[in-house]
């Protein structure tokens, strides 16, 4: 019959196979009685939905569960082996890409230098070049690659994966970089910028409870990722959280962005180490900071903590305004937690209102050092089981399993090169 995929599931199906496929990819539901339950089918219904997972290699039975009467109910999840993701965290100066299972679970790993503003072609030949090498070394070939996410340190449209006018990454405007993936590995390719891909890996990493929590990266520039209802927020054009171009009171600083008093020209971990600079400290990047921070250097702590009390003022406004349960801090200068957390969460409770903190948590992320490329490994998964990827991998589960099988037993950092 037209329009339909593997056997007797036809299109019309596909909105149940997805809401299956998510279930069982968020860990909400692990057997056909929880699918049943919780989609509201039949379970002969959900049954034959769950066969034409299980034959295209989507699905597969992991052993039974256990049951306090009757029959214990087989476990399902997803084919790890399925096929593979690939992440990719871009910084201004640095690169981390990591290869992921179906799951999300990143086993191999690679970071490298990089200049972003040596625009696109140079650095994304760069990584596709640097993919390909960890594919190979794995025993893998680009036709493995079910999906590419990737996070870009810069403001981006989502929707057509393009950067948008981002200030430090010249060339980079209106540059498709789903594009270029797809041309080079033929997967889908999704584009975010680095706070949202943060906030992604930040809440799928379980460290938090939450369903409403700000991200907040203070790194080279200061941005924040928002998840709402347990959904990544990206506003109408995709230009939500960017909370660096604040205006702070007080502060005449040019920003990159061409504006003046903007809270990344002031209180990011690049302004801090340029005010220093200016007075005379041989500080050259990033990681200097934070080691002469960590050393106790008097200048650099008290820097550093007023970075923290203007990044406190802008984030007590929102807290005020959205109302989260947890404000998580990461980016470079989140390693500082004595300096600058215990700062920011000082200013948050002195200047936002009661409600909105007498059950709020701030917290810096414990894996705030791989958290934007667990999340780029997200973004992938997602987009490797959306409709469209999900009805072609029903109608045509090309992926040879041998290839990938028993690569995605460990956990992350299990392989570094």
Avoid at 156 to 185: Q, T, Y
């Amino acid at each position: 019959m037209a329009g339909e995929t593997n056997g007797s599931t036809g299109a019309r199906d596909l909105p149940s196979l997805m809401r299956m496929v998510e279930l069982l990819a968020s860990r909400q539901a692990s057997s056909r009685a929880d699918l049943a339950r919780l989609t509201g089918l039949s379970p002969s219904t959900v049954s034959q939905r769950v066969d034409t997972l299980l034959r295209c290699g989507l699905l597969i039975e992991v052993g039974n569960g256990t049951s306090t009467r009757g029959r214990r109910p087989v476990l399902l999840s997803l084919n790890r082996a399925a096929g593979v993701l690939l992440g990719a965290d871009l910084g201004a100066s640095h690169f981390e890409l990591g290869i992921a299972d179906l799951d999300a679970r990143i086993f191999k790993m690679r970071l490298g230098p990089i200049d972003i503003a040596t625009g696109p072609e140079a650095v994304l030949t760069q990584v596709t070049t640097e993919f390909r090498q960890m594919l190979d070394e794995e025993g893998l070939s680009p036709q493995d690659v079910r999906a590419i996410g990737i996070g870009l340190p810069g403001p981006v449209d989502f929707e057509r994966g393009m950067a948008v006018r981002p200030p430090i990454m010249p060339g980079w405007d209106g540059f498709s970089v789903p594009a270029w993936f797809m041309e080079r590995f033929e997967a889908r390719a999704v584009v975010d910028n680095d706070v949202n891909v943060m906030a992604l890996g930040a809440y799928w990493s379980g460290q938090f409870s939450s369903e409403h929590m700000l991200v907040v990266k203070v790194a080279t520039g200061i941005g924040c990722g928002i998840i709402t209802g347990g959904k990544l927020h990206r506003g109408a054009d995709g230009a939500a959280g960017d909370i660096g171009h604040i205006r702070v009171a007080g502060v005449d600083v040019t920003c990159p962005c061409g504006n003046r008093g903007c809270l990344e020209a002031v209180a990011s971990a690049s302004a801090v180490a340029r005010q220093l600079r200016l007075e005379g400290m041989a500080i050259e990047d990033t990681d200097e900071l934070v080691r002469m921070a960590r050393a106790g250097e008097p200048r650099v702590l008290i820097a550093v903590r007023a970075a923290g009390q203007q990044i406190g003022e802008v984030l007590a406004s929102l807290v005020n305004f959205y109302n989260p349960d947890t404000v998580v801090i990461g980016g470079a200068l989140a390693e500082l937690r004595d300096e600058l957390l215990a700062v920011v969460r000082g200013v948050i409770y002195q200047r936002a209102l009661p409600l909105a903190t007498r059950a709020l948590t701030i917290a810096a992320s414990t894996t705030a050092q791989h958290a934007c490329l667990s999340g780029a490994a997200i973004l992938a998964r997602q987009a490797a089981l959306d409709a469209d990827s999900v009805a072609s991998w029903v109608s045509n589960p090309s992926i040879d399993q041998g290839a990938v099988a028993g690569l995605a037993a460990g956990a992350l950092g299990t392989t570094m090169s």
